[in-house]
């Protein structure tokens, strides 16, 4: 592919583009939104160096240190670091199997002034949860009514294994209050950085100026190499092969889990996206169970990353797309391991603690 990119396009692939994207690149991007719901026009797409510097831009462009940002509860740990680079204050609304308690944002609104809310509607990092439909548009409504603007963050929406599709947020949006984000890093190649944002023609502009000043433009030569996939079809047939394939690990996953999980150690069954979020047992302390795991070589994300404060329960993630499947079970296998081995550990802390020895 990069070597007809190169022998057709000629130096032009290896030279600046401009900062919004490769045009040809924007206008495969509105036809890939189509199946989101999202009818955009290439003036309206930012082509960008990954999400992550999506996330970035949007902090640089819109926030002030001091602004009030809305988060779901667990959120996407590199989103809140993000925020908390550009020194606002996180409030956080927890989430149930269907997403942000929107109930719990309408009564938060009625007392603070956000100046974004982010979101993360479909198979959310890191519990794969789905926004239901009556509430997204609850929350579009809340947004307009308190003219807050939305950034959804949607990198997984194309990773569905199973059940119907739910139009994106920036889909059901009449107001133009939605800014929508996405990637190519989870379908694709995360190596190449490439993403983009969706958002009305004046954010946009706006948001390239800050690009501007961050890193010119993203990768020519990588814009024509997904534009070539976009546009000629290889996309589409990727795309339904890894969902194949990652439906099955996911399956795999979750019958390992069904075999080795201990008693109290409870997780849910993502319809989409790259992870299953754990509940531990009340008697597996979460630092405790982090030693033990790195003593068994095996990796997660411990939950409390993903909470603006501390966590109201102790979770973990589990990814299922990056390990071949004979390493996931292998993987549960030692994190039943680590959870037994952690149970059995002798429980401290039933002594009484008679003061803080004085540091000399
Ligand atoms: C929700 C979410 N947003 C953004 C990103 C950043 O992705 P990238 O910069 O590779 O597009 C990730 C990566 O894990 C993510 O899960």
Redesign the pocket.
Known sequence: MQEEILVRKGPEALLHSPTEGVTAFREAICRHMVPRGIRSSPEEVLVTS????G?DLVARTLLSPGDVVVVEEPS?F??LEVFRSARVRLLGVPTDADGMRTDVLEALLARQQPRLIYT?PTFQ?PSGCVLSLPRRRHLLELAWRHQVPILE?D??SDLRYEGEALPSLKALDPYGHVIH?S????VLF?GL?L?WIAAPRPLVRQLALVKQTVDLHSGTLGQWIVEGFLSGGLFAKHLGATRAAYRRRRDVLLAALEEEAPAGFTWNRPEGG?YVWCRLPEDVPPARLLAQAAAERVAYLPGGASFVEEPPVNSIRLNFTFAPEEQLREGVRRLGRALRATQAEPRRGNHTVVGTPPIV
């Open positions: 990954g999400s992550q510097q996330l996407y590199g989103a993360l990092n963050d990198p997984y984000l990637s190519f890093s989870k995360p950085r993403g790259f």
